[in-house]
């Protein structure tokens, strides 16, 4: 926090009303952190207070009893919101109608995020220019530092082994993905190569009041896709990424700002301010069609990036870089000459690590791949629906794969559990009996070691190699299991495996196995 409790202030936080988005927000406030008082709007303009703060301006707040400083609510001044301008031409928080009560300019300081934006206030509401200061961007600021959490992050989202993160978001509106494109996070996690990419969702908090994304992404949720809950860990997403694939939203004008390759769905131009550089983000960023090769489009967004393409516009709506927090810390200080100082602005710490909601590991694949002597490359999808996937070469499943179809045509069947009950050999020999069509069969025995049989009946342990300097290795025993099947059809010999070993290809990453029969 900016503004520090040590020092003897107190905090409070209410709600003005006039949102229709508001719904249990109070709830959700009363869970925050802190010495924090949540009142009800009524009664706290019956109070005075020293200082009010607010992320966006509301014609409402005029009855507040404090000096009010307002800040922006996202990445600048851009949206078109007549029910809250009165007009179709000034944007949302720099019209006379929010500004103003009774021809009187209420708000103290009117924050802008760059200088860009005095001149889009002087036109709509001239006389609030003079209580107008430029503050920059605290959040964009806070990913910038953010950065050295990166790795820990993306480990956090799956984002290892190679695989790159995608990271689709969505603000709200009907003019947003989501509404134009609600499916796109089911159709990505399809489409990617499960062992090259993961994909994780950003909503707007809108989108979640309205909506049940749980519900509705649950197909994709449980094939691997990671929900990204509406109030904590967007930010340290959105710096874990390497690809966001977005709309006209606050997260991809981040997601550009940072330089990462960023795609839009939709671009938001009907709802947007024609002057502001959210506009011209949209008109000039690259363009996603959902209903494309995703894989392609993607690979070719991040193949012909240019980190500094998008520069010069996201420069105009992020002001007083690296400076915000001493900006803001100064500002809100001067409305309290009573409370000490501090000697100098609290320094930002990264944002906190990102958790997804509840996700699962797919248990079934659809697989193609080719081998190059004792190298084997390979792709494995999602199989989300089973009755309508057309499929590129063979599927594989785990025994715990609920549609009892997909595990009687399959190629390997594999029990990821690994303390299970039946011993590794025992389950092998039954399941072989029990599901005779599959020519391979999988055990793990641990995170990298795995019990399999082969066509011809032979038992092989294998387990991923280590190399010097490298993270211990995982082995998947589907991706195992996949691995041979491609081989073993290629003509590879089961009795040479000992000696010659293999190296499964996905994507970038190289996983070297090494496989021993059962001692004499």
């Known amino acids: ?197 993961t994909v994780a969702v950003i909503l707007h908090p809108n989108i979640w009041e309205k909506h049940d994304p749980e519900a509705i992404l649950a197909p994709a949720t449980r094939s691997g896709l990671r929900l990204i809950p509406p109030h904590q860990g967007w930010q340290a997403t959105v710096v874990a990424a390497d690809c966001l694939i977005g709309d006209h939203g606050s997260v991809s004008f981040y997601g550009a700002a940072l330089r990462h390759p960023t795609v839009l769905v939709t671009t938001g131009a009907a709802e947007l301010d024609p002057q502001s550089p959210t506009y011209t983000f949209g008109q000039a960023a690259p363009v996603l069609d959902p209903h494309g090769d995703l894989l392609a489009q993607i690979e070719r967004a991040m193949a012909k990036h240019d980190p500094t393409a998008l520069q010069s516009i996201t420069d105009r709506s992020l002001g007083q870089r690296g400076l915000s927090s001493e900006v803001l810390t ?47 490359s390979l792709r494995r999808f999602p199989i989300i629906d089973p009755e309508h996937h057309l499929s590129r070469g063979f599927h594989v499943a785990s025994i715990e794969e609920p549609v009892r179809e997909l595990k009687f045509t399959a190629e390997v069947l594999a029990r990821t559990t690994i303390r299970a009950e039946r011993p590794a050999e025992r389950w092998l020999a039954e399941t072989s009996m029990d599901w005779p069509g599959a020519g391979v069969l999988v055990a793990a025995l641990g995170q990298a070691r795995h019990l399999l049989r082969l066509p011809d009946g032979l038992l092989l342990e294998a387990h991923a190699e280590e190399s010097w300097g490298t993270t211990k290795p995982l082995l998947d025993p589907l991706l195992l299991g996949s691995a041979l099947v491609l081989w073993l059809s290629d003509g590879g010999e089961p009795a040479r495996l000992p000696d ?15 496989f021993t029969a059962r001692p004499a």
Not at 503 to 511: A, D, E, Q, S, V
């Open 1 to 197: 926090m900016l503004l520090r409790g040590q020092d003897g202030i107190r905090f409070y936080i209410t709600v003005n009303p006039g949102s229709q988005f508001a719904s249990g927000l109070d709830d959700y406030l009363r869970t925050l952190p802190g010495n924090i008082t949540v009142l009800p709007w009524e009664e706290a303009v019956r109070r005075e207070f020293n200082l009010a703060v607010a992320c966006a301006v509301h014609a409402s707040m005029h009855r507040l009893h404090a000096p009010l400083v307002v800040l922006p609510h996202g990445a600048g001044y851009n949206r078109l919101v007549t029910e809250s301008t009165g007009d179709k031409a000034s944007a949302a928080g720099l019209s006379r109608r929010e500004l103003t009560h009774r021809r009187r300019v209420f708000p103290s300081v009117i924050g802008v995020s760059h200088s860009e934006q005095f001149d889009r206030l002087a036109q709509w509401c001239p006389e609030a220019l003079p209580r107008a200061r430029e503050v920059g961007d605290l959040c964009h600021d806070r990913m910038r530092h953010s950065e050295d959490s990166r790795d820990r992050y993306r480990e956090m989202l799956g984002a290892v082994d190679g695989r790159r993160l995608v990271v689709v978001n969505s603000t709200w509106s009907e003019h947003s993905l989501f509404a134009q494109a609600f499916d796109l996070p089911l159709q990505l996690v399809a489409q990617l190569p499960a062992d090259e990419y």
């Open 500 to 514: 010659s070993g293999l190296t499964i290809r996905t994507g970038t990453h190289l996983t070297r196995v090494a």
């Open 330 to 376: 100064s500002l809100l200080y001067d409305f309290l000459p009573t409370v000490v100082r501090p000697a100098k602005a609290p320094a930002l710490r990264p944002y906190p690590d990102p958790v997804s909601l509840p996700t699962e590991v797919p248990t079934a694949y659809d697989v193609e791949g080719e081998c190059r002597g004792t190298e084997v």
